[in-house]
């Protein structure tokens, strides 16, 4: 006889989460927390008269404000110190430049519709409601993004000699191990709360379920590992589950839950054709308000507005503005001269800059299919730390692969100080860990160090817990008319959500202050 | 639809792709070393405004020829690095160095604090070669100190320190420093210094 959860178990769990929610809501109204903002996009009502605002920076975050403002009466002019419109959404085909101080690379992919990379943000989950919006109303077409595979690799030195074993394999054979050793190992004497004596059979149940064991609770393999062969003429022949303690060794385990995350489980989608689609949709709306090639150097805000001192071809060029909405990289903005307050403007030099850095390498086969690999990452533990697969073009003769994107701030650093070939030679050698073969596939490569890409030179800011407490309401709060923006001030750096959410913010504070004023028409 | 919608977004991103004009070139250098190449700590890039013409092009011919910059513990150095060997490549190294040279150079903020009686002390062995008052002297080629981002200087003295400036035999005035830096015995002599160097004026 199994125990199951009760009807009352289960209404005591649910109780006790409407409990926390209404002490939270009390809370709330008795002025203890702040009022949750509005995550929607903001309505803005439409000025009677207009009001200059220059936006600095045509990134997400800049682009969506201007788009929003625009619409409702707002005189917005958006100055980018780039040759290109997007920011860190950058997507790179055949001719394109990759703008790198000190390396400046054209992309030499084929022309085709296939192949490109996404040099910045690349996939988008189904919880960004606010981005997806927006891809909805431009006409942004999405396809499903294939982020977790598991027959793709998981290679590490530190385990089977270095010989990579497929996802699904390192997943569920570590499962079941550990599945099994628990059910051996837990006694029903044992079980003093959460958990009780009572529930120690459906315990063992559910152990048997998690790792596949057998009806001994013995892990003897599972399908879930993938079949020793695929011939459906035979009877299925389950493969020998990995050694648990080679499984054990690798540091694969801090990376293995990285599919389950909030933001990377599926379902992920991405735009076809390449995610600077959505900064196309962006600029059909609003190009024409866009001015490339102006390179801010000075802001003075005041009471009566702000100026901005820009450079274009070489010359200074002087703009005033009722409000400034500023994307620029806080760690440029700490050079550019500007009359801040002090205690606003450390915050700038005070959150350290991302170091991101990806590869991206135009294949003459796809080859990963012929190994069962349709979409999806592989994993190693090395510099390059992943290999993506394109989930488009599939069965197309080429295809590009993501060869390097790193985590790692350091590993970030060691393929910068590389030239661009250097750097593929780097991620070929490392790749070839997990492909053999891999080199002789490689027609033409991109390399991006975010940290010396021109007008960024960094990628998402590096906040933390002590960082955030310290600067981060300082640095949301307006100074006067101009309002720092972009996804380095949102909790969501990294992200175009988190860009679209400082945005909103903005211009959200702005209509209040307009209303405030009667400006808005009724 | 599908290819439409395509064509379309193709075409509003056409116009958005131009050239960077001859005149925007070396703006490049002020987005890393800030307005008028004041500096900017946020990504540790020095003031270059207000330094010698022959020193900025002497440190540019030293990345160009990875002379200085190429020791594994200087990333800042790495970064410059291949942006001295592009400005070598394309002739525009003297370029680039007359163009600093038109920016309105500022005296920076301050941000290294040490005993200062202790830094004037320090400083004797220095005076010789960048002046008593960090004036610099051309036919010693030795930079002026004064007026300059304090942060770095710090930097570099600990950089001579520790052999990730100076030690290639090409770079012979940095080999000098790399000598004379051992008057700096520890960190705080070499704070008490810049602290020094802070009041000269």
Redesign the interface.
């Known amino acids: 006889m199994q125990k199951r959860l009760s009807r009352r178990d289960f209404l005591h769990a649910a109780g006790a989460v409407g409990g926390s929610t209404a002490a939270f809501r009390a809370a709330m109204a008795l002025g203890l927390l702040p009022a949750v903002a509005n995550a929607q996009r903001p309505e803005l009502g439409s000025l009677k008269k207009p009001k200059k605002v220059l936006v600095l920076g045509a990134g997400i975050s800049g682009l969506t404000a201007a788009y929003e403002l625009s619409r409702k009466g707002y005189d917005v002019q958006v100055l980018e110190a780039s040759f290109r419109a997007g920011g860190r959404n950058m997507t790179v085909r055949n001719g394109d430049r990759i703008d790198e101080t000190g390396y400046p690379q054209v992309c030499n992919f084929d022309k085709d519709p296939d192949l490109f990379f996404n040099c910045g943000p690349a996939r988008i989950p189904g919880h960004h409601k606010e981005l997806l919006n927006y891809c909805q109303e431009l006409d942004v077409e999405l396809a499903p993004f294939i982020n977790d595979n598991r027959n793709a690799w998981v290679q590490d030195e530190a385990m089977f000699g270095g010989k990579p074993v497929r996802a699904r394999e390192y997943f569920n054979d570590s499962r079941g191990f550990i599945a099994e050793l628990m059910a051996k190992s837990v006694k029903k004497e044992d079980l003093t709360g959460p958990m009780t004596a009572a529930d120690w059979e459906q315990l063992r149940e559910y152990l048997k379920q998690f790792g596949e064991l057998d009806p001994q609770f013995r892990y003897i393999g599972t399908a879930r590992s993938g079949l020793a062969k695929h011939d459906y003429a035979f009877p299925d022949q389950l493969k020998k589950p990995l050694s648990p303690s080679e499984l054990l060794k690798s540091r694969f385990m801090f990376i293995m839950s990285f599919g389950e995350t909030d933001d990377q489980a599926a379902m992920m989608m991405e735009p076809v054709g390449g995610m600077d689609r959505v900064v196309a949709g962006f600029m059909r709306k609003v190009g024409h308000l866009v001015q490339l090639e102006s390179q801010v150097q000075k802001i003075q805000v005041s009471a009566r507005g702000s100026e901005v001192t820009y450079r274009r071809n070489g010359e200074y060029v002087k703009a005033k503005a009722d409000y400034v909405l500023n994307c620029i990289p806080m760690h440029l903005l700490a050079g550019i001269e500007h009359n801040f307050p002090k205690e606003y403007s450390a915050g700038f030099t005070a959150v350290p800059r991302g170091k991101l850095f990806k590869i991206g390498l135009q294949m003459k086969e796809r080859f990963w299919e012929r190994e069962g690999i349709y979409g999806g990452i592989s994993w190693t533990i090395q510099d390059i730390q992943q290999i993506w697969y394109p989930a488009h073009g599939i069965h197309r003769k080429k295809g590009v692969v993501l060869a390097a994107y790193t985590f790692d701030q350091n590993a970030g650093e060691k393929f910068a100080r590389l030239s661009p070939a250097d750097r593929i030679k780097l991620a070929v050698e490392q790749g070839s860990k997990i492909h053999p073969d891999y080199g002789k596939y490689v027609e033409t490569g991109v390399t991006v160090a975010w940290h010396q890409m021109n007008h960024m030179l960094g990628c998402a800011a590096q906040w933390d817990e002590a960082l955030w407490k310290q600067w981060f309401k300082t640095l949301q709060t307006p100074v006067g008319n101009h309002y720092l923006m972009g996804d380095q001030v949102s909790y969501h750096p990294g992200w175009q959500e988190g860009a679209i959410a400082s945005a909103h913010h903005a211009i959200a504070d702005i209509d209040a202050r307009e209303r405030a004023a009667g400006t808005v028409a009724a | 639809m599908?290819r439409r919608?395509?064509i379309?977004?193709?075409m509003?991103?056409a116009?958005?792709?131009?050239?960077?004009?001859?005149?925007?070139d070396f703006?490049?250098c002020?987005?890393?070393?800030?307005?008028?190449a004041?500096?900017?700590?946020?990504?540790r890039?020095p003031k270059l405004s207000g330094m010698e013409p022959w020193y900025l092009a002497r440190q540019l011919e030293n990345f160009a020829a990875g002379s200085r910059g190429t020791a594994s513990e200087d990333?800042s150095g790495?970064?410059?690095?291949?942006?001295g060997?592009?400005l070598k490549t394309e002739g525009t190294l003297d370029a680039a160095v007359q163009f600093i040279g038109k920016l309105e150079s500022k005296r920076p903020a301050p941000t290294v604090s040490g005993d200062v009686a202790h830094g004037r002390e320090l400083y004797k062995n220095c005076a010789s070669c960048h002046g008593t008052k960090g004036e610099g002297n051309a036919s010693l080629n030795s930079p002026a100190l004064a007026a300059r981002s304090d942060w770095y200087l710090v930097t570099q003295l600990v950089n001579f320190q520790k052999g990730l400036r100076g030690a290639d035999e090409r770079d012979t005035y940095g080999a000098q420093m790399r000598a004379i830096v051992a008057t700096l015995p520890d960190e705080k002599a070499i704070t008490d210094v810049v602290a020094y160097i802070n009041t000269l004026k």
Request: hydrophobic residues 40%; charged residues 10%.
């Open positions: 599908k919608s395509s379309l977004a193709g509003a991103l116009w958005v792709v131009g050239s960077a004009s001859a005149g925007n703006d490049y002020l987005l890393c070393h800030g307005a008028n004041n500096g900017n700590y946020g990504i890039a990333g790495h970064e410059m690095g291949p942006v060997l592009r």
